[in-house]
C-alpha cells in the first residue's frame, strides 16, 4: 500500500517546495515556527530516517543544505524521495514485526516506521500548505487543472 502512496506523496510535497519562491524560503509564519526552509530540510531528514528504518537499509550521509538555498533543498528532498522508492521497494512484510529503535531509542515494531511515514507525508503536505497560502500562493492540489 505504501508503494503506491508513495509517487502521489512525493509529487505534490516536492510541488510545494518548487512552488515556493527562492526568497522565501525564510519564511516563518511566527517567530517559534520554523523557517519553510527548515521544514523542507526536516522532510528530507524524516525520509531518509524513516525508509531507511522501515526497510532494514542504511541511512546514508547526507550533506545538509543551507535552509535558504531552495535549489539545493529541492534536489535534496528529490534525492530522499528516490532513496525512500528503492529502500521501500526492499521492504519484507514478514519482518514488520520485527523490533527496531525509533526516536529517543523507543522499542517499536518495523510497521511503525511505515505508519510513521505517512503521517509524517501528510503532516509536511498541511504544513507547506499552510506555508504557501499564507504567503499568497495556492498549494499544488489547489491548483486549477491544467
Not at 40 to 64: F, G, R, W
Not at 102 to 110: H, L, N, S, W
Request: a neutral charge; one cysteine or more.
Amino acid at each position: 500500500m505504501i508503494k503506491e502512496i508513495l509517487p502521489r506523496q512525493a509529487k505534490n510535497l516536492q510541488a510545494a517546495v518548487e512552488t515556493m519562491p527562492a526568497d522565501k524560503f525564510s519564511f516563518r509564519p511566527t517567530e517559534p515556527q520554523m523557517t519553510f526552509g527548515h521544514l523542507v530540510a526536516h522532510m528530507i531528514d524524516s525520509n531518509y530516517y524513516l525508509c531507511a528504518k522501515a526497510s532494514d537499509t542504511a541511512q546514508p550521509k547526507i550533506e545538509p543544505a543551507k535552509e535558504t538555498d531552495k535549489d539545493a533543498l529541492t534536489a535534496a528532498l528529490k534525492a530522499s524521495f528516490d532513496f525512500c522508492t528503492t529502500s521501500l521497494a526492499k521492504v519484507d512484510d514478514s519482518k514488520l514485526g520485527d523490533t527496531i529503535h525509533a526516536y529517543g531509542g523507543r522499542e517499536v515494531p518495523r510497521a511503525w516506521a511505515l505508519i510513521a511515514l505517512t503521517n509524517d507525508w501528510a503532516d509536511h503536505y498541511s504544513a507547506s500548505a499552510t506555508y504557501l497560502r499564507l504567503s499568497g500562493l495556492l498549494p499544488p492540489t489547489a491548483q486549477p487543472k491544467k
